[in-house]
Nanobody, 117 residues
């Protein structure tokens, strides 16, 4: 059974940090490109960041560049998102997504991130 389980979300003040994790199982994690996608209340999904299957290439949406860092540990089948200098507009449910040759095959259940004072 394929599973993507996100964790690490929560309530944080503006300017604070959080580290999201996504534990993968049931598929060959190291063969998949991985992404973080978020969905804010009342809005559609927004792609946040990608990392290639080997971890050598990373991409970010402009609004998080310089603040978020995506990484992965293929030995532990885990994806990470380090989020620094958080802003209220970062409030959303964050999902990890596994893609193979550009097709999003698997989604996690999401973890809530709330940035508020």
């Amino acid at each position: 059974e394929v599973q993507l389980v996100e964790s690490g979300g929560g309530l944080v003040q503006p300017g604070g940090s959080l580290r999201l994790s996504c534990a993968a199982s049931g598929f060959t994690f190291g063969s998949y490109d991985m992404s973080w996608v978020r969905q804010a209340p009342g809005k559609g999904p927004e792609w946040v960041s990608d990392i290639s299957n080997g971890g050598g290439r990373t991409y970010y949406t402009d609004s998080v560049k310089g603040r978020f860092t995506i990484s992965r540990d293929n030995a532990k089948n885990t994806l990470y998102l380090q989020m620094n200098s958080l802003k209220p507009e970062d409030t959303a449910v964050y999902y990890c997504v596994a893609s193979y040759y550009g097709k999003a095959d698997y989604w996690g259940q999401g973890t809530q991130v709330t940035v508020s004072s």
